[in-house]
């Protein structure tokens, strides 16, 4: 009854909801950085594709804040602290500034307040950093709100709280997870060839 209640307030609250979860996920991004809680939160009330639309424009807002932060208040600091470590991805990010930046933001291997920072060193337009941000995130952000969507759904089929048994082996997020895992395979090999060098 409780899910019931909280289902039919979304429904006929929606767009409120949607904005204020907006929000909030921005704000999460400026002050914690990592987006997977925020993912699966987001699929759990929301579903599989808005939610997924609502944290991939939630995350590319806050780190767009957080990159322009970075890039009026801390440029020195972290010229300092990490121009020699990333010294080989400036002449990629030269090459062709969009397309190692979306690169760069598929593969991760930084964590994400990092990752949002170091582009300071290339002084990336934030115009590609936000769009690069926007589509790379996509794949990893679509798997974890999938995950969370699909606890939803098993929650919402079960009269009674399903054990963890249940959970795991329910196709509605076991094929998320091994996708992930797989994604995460994938990255660490494209990992080695971006940041080779």
């Known amino acids: 009854s409780n899910r019931d209640y909280f289902y039919n307030f979304k429904e006929s609250n ?23 809680p925020i993912a699966l939160i987001s699929g759990f009330i929301f579903g599989k594709w808005i939610g997924t639309m609502i944290v991939i424009l939630g995350l590319s ?17 972290i010229r300092e602290k990490f121009l020699n470590k ?9 090459k ?3 397309t190692f ?15 949002c920072l170091i582009p300071t060193l290339f002084n990336v337009r934030v115009k590609n950093f936000f769009f690069a941000t926007l589509i790379g995130i996509i794949p990893q952000i ?3 709100v999938s995950i969370g969507s699909g606890l939803e ?8 709280i399903p054990s963890i048994t249940d959970i795991i ?13 797989g994604l995460i395979l994938i990255t660490i090999i494209l990992r080695k060839l971006f940041y080779k060098n």
């Open 169 to 181: 082996f329910s196709a509605d997020i076991y094929v998320p997870i091994l996708a992930f895992f």
């Open 101 to 115: 930046l979306l690169i760069y933001r598929f593969i991760g291997g930084i964590p994400w307040q990092l990752s």
């Open 96 to 98: 062709s500034e969009f």
């Open 14 to 36: 929606l767009l409120i909801i949607s904005i204020i979860f907006l929000f909030l996920t921005v704000i999460w991004v400026l002050l914690l950085g990592f987006g997977s």
């Open 86 to 94: 990333f010294k080989s991805l400036e002449i990629k990010f030269k």
């Open 61 to 77: 807002v806050g780190a767009t804040f957080l990159y322009m932060f970075g890039n009026y208040f801390l440029k020195d600091l």
């Open 153 to 160: 759904k098993i929650i919402d089929q079960n009269s009674e």
């Open 142 to 144: 679509f798997l974890a």
